[in-house]
């Protein structure tokens, strides 16, 4: 008798819990920090938000920073570290 073997490709889901933070709901003396992800028109389109809300808003200042790639985890991307020290809050741009 042929026993037939299935695999099933999934891996096993992780759950972390973390600590939410507060909003920010006023721009002004805050960092705000730009953190792009590599992907094609991502850099544009954070300089475009950077100086469009820097005309709007009184900033103690900005911070950018590359997440180096969407290959490895985003606590391990030392861009990501960089930013989340020094940024009151931080815009992302993701995807293409």
């Known amino acids: 008798m042929n026993n037939i073997e299935i695999l099933v490709p999934t891996a096993e889901s992780k ?15 805050k960092v705000v920090g730009f953190l ?5 028109n991502g850099d544009f389109l954070l ?4 100086e469009h809300i ?3 808003c009184k900033l103690a200042g ?3 920073a590359q997440a180096n790639g969407v290959h490895i ?7 990501v570290k ?5 940024a009151d809050m931080v815009i992302v741009a ?3």
Do not use: M
Request: charged share 40%; net charge negative; hydrophobic share 30%.
């Open 54 to 56: 820097s005309q709007r």
């Open 15 to 29: 759950i972390k819990k973390i600590k939410e933070n507060k909003r920010v709901h006023d721009l002004n003396g």
């Open 73 to 79: 985890a985003a606590e391990d991307a030392p861009g």
């Open 62 to 64: 900005t911070e950018c």
């Open 36 to 40: 792009w992800d590599e992907k094609p």
């Open 94 to 96: 993701v995807g293409d």
């Open 47 to 50: 300089e475009h938000l950077k």
């Open 82 to 86: 960089q930013i989340a020290a020094s």
